[in-house]
C-alpha cells in the first residue's frame, strides 16, 4: 500500500495506478465522533488539488473534504453513503470515500509519508 497523508487528515492510496483511492484518517474520524451523513462528489466531476471534493458531518460538527492530488472522480464509495458508520470503524479500508484518476500522479510526493503525518496528528 503506497499511502500519503495530506494536512487536512485525508489519506491518499496509489497502489493502484489505474486509480488512487481516497478516505479520511484515523485522526479525522477520531476528532469527528460517529459520522452520520456523506456528500460524496459526482463521477466524472474534476478537481484541481486542495478544492473540496465532498463532505463528512458527523454528531459534533461537519468537514470538507478536500481533494489530496488533481484529477477526475471515477468511483465513489456507495456502501458509505449507505453507512456512513464505515468512515468510523474502518476509516482506512472500507470506509474509504472516492477513487481518482490523478492528473498528474507527481502531486503526491508533495504530501506527508505515515511517519510525518503521525508527527503532525500528534500536534493536530
Known sequence: MTVKY????EWIDTSD???ATVG???????ALGDVVFVDLPSIGASFKKGEVAGV???VKAAADIFMPASGE???VNEALRADPSLANTD???SGWFFKVKLADPAETSELLDQTAYDEFAKNA
Do not use: K
Open 6 to 9: 495530506t494536512n487536512d487528515h
Open 24 to 30: 479520511i484518517t484515523q485522526h479525522a474520524q477520531d
Open 56 to 58: 463528512v458531518e458527523s
Open 73 to 75: 472522480i471515477v468511483a
Open 17 to 19: 495506478a489505474a486509480a
Open 91 to 93: 476509516p482506512l479500508s
